[in-house]
């Protein structure tokens, strides 16, 4: 923590004893960096992915496989090792009975082959792996056609295609219906739903979100126009300590003030308003004042609040879809029965709603709180396609969900 207060973590590798505790620290994070090269880096900078990359390939030679390579320091991994473990890597079967994709197999190879070259320059003829055993130079082209020299790892891993796409299609009615039960059975996490449908916050970044009059700054900025909310403001400059016990509640992806959407902005007031109501029953912190209290009145995580998420779905929205009188609702709640819908699924509707009324390429990024365009170019490339699913579940608009009387919510009891 900064001594303004502001949250930053650093990751290891690390030496574990078969009990799964820390035995010593090593510092081969050092050959993981992110802005090596770079004279200037962020101080919140952190390694994490790569870091977990080297770990698993670590595990897989030195742990796992050390009767069959017999190897056991870093310097003497070979590069039959390194093979054999990005073909597991690629071709493993994950929790779900899915593979990993093509994404996830390249980012592994480079992070991997990045480390040993540190390790090479660095430590030199002690490591066995030299630069020609890891890369080689391509020659790529630019936008104006002329070459450039690039370095190639000197792997191929071969995977599976994985044509299973991660479900997070939310028709407007069921959404519709997951709110009101929100509000109804989970009402410590239904503005939370409000925040990431409505503004397209992420889940972890709900869980970062402060109250109005908290030490840190109000965490809701309300801007008004003759007595009319015209545009309220998410403060996510900074990644903030929201317990005393220093558990961190979740990540920013991109620090900064996440705006409303303006058609919602009716539905996000009259959701806060039950949230303000929900939060006078509760007792929470007052050094921190977190938007959202978990059963022990801290701050809750991002798994506090996916789990919550989670049973509401299970024990209440699956079976309210199947008991609806629209054969549509009853179809999506066959579906979930199959596929499990998690919070994504909620920036994922924001996202569609933002294409459906028209906004551009960078509007969309901008809304979305993006750091690049990427994200939002998917969502326009595919815009033919989500005018046909808002057909095909009757083409009822965020309008008449948003009206301030379908917020609504029989008691503040939660499972």
């Not at 003497?76 to 093509?102: N, S, V």
């Not at 806060?272 to 209290?293: G, N, Q, V, W």
């Not at 989670?310 to 054969?327: C, G, I, P, W």
Request: a positive charge; hydrophobic letters at 40%; glycine letters at 6%.
């Amino acid at each position: 923590m900064t001594i303004d207060g502001e949250v930053y973590t650093r990751h290891f590798i690390v030496i574990k004893n078969r009990f799964g505790l820390i035995a010593r620290f090593t510092n081969l994070h050092n050959y993981v960096g992110v802005y090596d090269g770079k004279v200037f880096a962020p101080l919140v900078s952190d390694a994490e992915k790569k870091l977990r990359y080297v770990s698993i390939m670590l595990n897989y030679v030195l742990i796992e496989h050390y009767a069959k390579f017999h190897i056991d320091h870093v310097f003497r991994i070979t590069r039959e090792a390194l093979e054999c473990f990005f073909r597991d890597y690629a071709q493993g079967i994950l929790p779900d009975g899915t593979h990993r994709g093509k994404q996830s197999v390249e980012k592994c190879v480079t992070a991997v082959v990045m480390f040993f070259r540190k390790l090479h320059r660095k430590f030199g003829v002690a490591v066995i792996l030299t630069e020609n055993d890891l890369v080689s130079d391509v020659t790529i082209y630019d936008k104006r056609g002329r070459p450039q020299q690039r370095k190639h790892p000197m792997f191929q891993a071969k995977g599976f295609i994985n044509h299973k796409k991660a479900f997070r299609e939310l028709p407007t009615k069921a959404f519709q219906i997951l709110l009101n039960l929100a509000f109804r059975y989970a009402p410590d996490i239904a503005f939370g739903i409000c925040l990431q449908a409505f503004a397209g916050l992420r889940a972890g970044e709900v869980c970062n979100v402060r109250q109005e009059g908290s030490p840190h700054g109000n965490g809701l900025i309300f801007t008004y126009f003759e007595d009319e909310p015209r545009k309220i403001e998410i403060d996510l400059t900074h990644e903030l300590p929201l317990r005393s016990d220093g558990v961190i509640c979740g990540k920013i992806k991109k620090e900064r003030k996440q705006c409303v959407y303006p058609p919602f902005i009716r539905a996000f007031c009259s959701a806060y308003e039950r949230h303000k109501e929900f939060l006078a029953t509760r007792s929470f912190d007052t050094e921190y004042c977190p938007m959202f209290i978990n059963e022990k009145s801290l701050a809750m995580t991002y798994k506090d609040y996916s789990r919550r998420f989670a049973v509401l779905v299970q024990n209440h929205f699956r079976s309210a879809l199947l008991e609806s009188d629209d054969n549509e609702c009853r179809i999506y709640g066959q579906l979930l029965y199959e596929n499990r819908l998690n919070t994504h699924a909620l920036r994922h509707w924001y996202s569609v709603q933002l294409v459906l009324r028209g906004e551009n390429i960078a509007q969309v990024q901008y809304w979305r709180g993006d750091d690049n365009p990427t994200s939002a170019f998917e969502y326009l490339q595919n815009k033919g396609d989500l005018i046909k699913e808002l057909e095909n579940v009757g083409g009822v608009l965020a309008e008449f969900l948003v009206d301030a009387g379908k917020i609504r919510g029989d008691n503040f009891n939660g499972d």
